[in-house]
């Protein structure tokens, strides 16, 4: 099972670092393959890894790019994961394992959140509005070579900049597919997004039951 994750970075070099070591940790367990878009040559290149560069602006259109690039690479599956987001080696095999029984589209439904300004780890249990109850997030959201090339493995609206995650998931409603959502917490999972103070959607911004920081000590690199 050949695995692509597919990330765009922009800026904070510091949390990239990280971000980097992490990716590094799991190619030395799983069959992935890697593929950054960044948006400022030489400094946003990051060696060991299959790169692009590409304009930032719009967002939607920085990932397609990203995505047609990661088809010539021939995955099974691709990831999604964003520059400051970490996953375990354990979260990472859970999501093979739904691969390799075949579902079409995997993801989680919860998520944590480390806010690194007031080094506060949150949990957030998953979206509230009627119309996303139940919805994966964008975070190792996972999807099958099959559903990408229904999509011309283009699964962003190209002129969009925010709700990237929504907007793919009512192009995923359009076309016949299975689906896992899972719980982090349920199962016993971790995976984390960093938050700093120049991210495009804060710490704050989410509904959040604070929770005991220790739970990081499961990602090596933070």
């Not at 919805?135 to 099958?144: A, N, Y």
């Not at 103070?197 to 804060?202: E, F, L, R, S, V």
């Amino acid at each position: 099972m050949k695995l692509g994750i597919l990330t765009c970075r922009w800026k904070r070099p510091e949390v990239f670092k990280l971000f980097a070591k992490g990716l590094r940790r799991l190619q030395d367990t799983f069959d992935i393959v890697p593929l950054i878009v960044g948006s400022e040559g030489d400094k946003s290149h990051c060696n060991g890894f299959y790169y692009i560069d590409y304009p930032n602006n719009p967002l939607g259109r920085k990932w397609n790019a990203g995505m047609q690039a990661m088809q010539h690479l021939d995955p099974d599956y691709v990831m999604l994961i964003g520059s400051d987001d970490f996953i375990t080696d354990e979260t990472t095999r859970y999501i093979l394992d739904c691969c390799a029984l075949g579902f079409d589209v995997i993801g989680m439904r919860d998520c944590y959140f480390y806010d690194s300004t007031s080094d506060k780890l949150g949990y957030w249990a998953g979206f509230t509005a009627k119309h996303r109850i139940g919805e994966s997030m964008g975070l190792c959201r996972t999807i099958s070579r099959s559903v990408l090339d229904q999509m011309n493995w283009q699964p962003w609206m190209g002129k969009a900049n925010a709700g990237l995650d929504w907007l793919m998931t009512q192009k995923l409603n359009r076309i016949k597919h299975t689906e896992h959502i899972f719980s982090l917490r349920e199962q016993g999972l971790f995976a984390v997004d960093y938050k700093t103070k120049d991210n495009i959607c804060a710490f704050n911004l989410y509904d959040t039951e604070i929770v005991d920081s220790k739970l990081l000590n499961q990602i090596p690199e933070l």
